[in-house]
């Protein structure tokens, strides 16, 4: 298996905005040696989806929406997903509940996953391309490693959220 290979868990992926964002990353982590999986969604919620069509109640044919059938083919069980979407990420509720649902569906996937974030004070910075383009490839590698764990309050990965939860209630 190649280290990339979407049904081999030996790479961690990262998931980024964009097709020119996900090939500045890629490039960026092929560079110094590192064996992440990048993937690039055209826009936040392009990872959902009409997957198939089903009767209603009514017997009229309605979409099947959900979670797009290209995530079936990556192995996701035990795997460390790192969502790193544009700066306006701090900013904009859409694109924030985006990124939560996308981690929601990964985790309920088996994934590890995590947030990094882009500076969102920087108004010259809107994806990882501008930033690998301002501050350079080891920077932005930098910011991966400073990804923090999603946080779930139903979630198979993630026993803090438990803890938290149990912390709210009492």
């Known amino acids: 298996l190649k280290p990339d290979d979407p049904t081999s868990t030996n790479s961690p992926i990262i998931i ?18 590192l064996d992440y999986l990048t993937i690039g969604l055209a826009g936040v919620w392009s990872w959902r989806g009409v997957k198939g069509k089903t009767n209603n ?6 979409d099947v929406k959900g979670a797009i059938n290209d995530l ?3 192995n996701f069980e035990n795997r460390q997903v790192i969502i ?7 900013t904009n509720a ?12 990964l985790n309920n996937r088996g994934a590890v996953v995590k947030f990094a974030d882009l500076p ?28 923090r764990p999603a946080r779930f309050l139903n979630s198979k990965n993630n026993e803090q959220a438990l803890a938290d939860a149990k912390a709210i209630v009492e």
């Open 84 to 90: 790193l979407f544009d700066a306006n990420v701090a």
């Open 57 to 62: 109640e009514n017997g009229q044919r309605v």
């Open 72 to 74: 079936d083919s990556i």
């Open 120 to 147: 969102a004070d920087d108004p010259s910075i809107n994806g990882v391309d501008d930033f690998i383009y301002k501050y350079g490839s080891d920077s932005a590698l930098a910011i991966i490693d400073t990804a």
């Open 16 to 33: 980024v905005e964009g097709e020119k964002k996900v090939l500045a990353l890629a490039e960026a982590c092929r560079k110094v040696g």
């Open 94 to 105: 859409s694109v924030k509940a985006a990124r939560q649902k996308l981690a929601e569906e």
